[in-house]
């Protein structure tokens, strides 16, 4: 395993990894805010057609599913991977049933979403519509491809715990670096948020 104090490659790998999505989502932000300034009137039109309680609901899901992450990750490090007594003691949960909270939390964001994008299509919003459907649509679901994709991850190391008899340092691991990816997308789609919902 190297020195204690030689950084984990995954974690490497994963941190890199990060800051290519992040020029990619510096490149959609820049998209954004292109168009915004080429059609400001569109913009004004098309963003006033948005639920923004019910958008600031989802998002404030998306961050509470980061706390909730986190506190799995707590546990991960000090190697619980399942909880140790009743589910109703919370105190006595495990890397497994934060990360199943945050799974349902991260899935209703998914869901809320494509509420939205159903009450859009409904008034007849689209990716083709106009400049701002297709910047809508381009940035919020690349993001939420991204998110799905975090909540695939937290399947699969959902699922390890149940297939192993041990929690090894791998899964460890595995669970942190998944970690530092669902942070990211809350962190960027909260960048997304003001943008596209709060910014004037």
Known sequence: MGPATRPHMAAVGTIVWLSSELMFFAGLFAILFTIRAL???IFAERTAMLNIPFAAFNTLLLVISSVWCQLGVLKAEHGQKARTGSLLNIGGWGMREWYILTYIFGAVFVAGQVFEYATLFSEGVSIASDPWGSVFFLTTGLHGIHVTGGLI??????????????????????????????????????GLFFAIYILK
């Open 39 to 41: 059609e400001p009137a």
């Open 153 to 190: 991850a937290f399947l699969l190391i959902i699922a390890r715990t149940y297939t192993s008899h041990t929690y090894s340092h791998h899964q460890r691991v595995g669970a942190v670096v998944t970690s530092y990816y669902w942070h990211f997308v809350d962190v960027v789609w909260i």
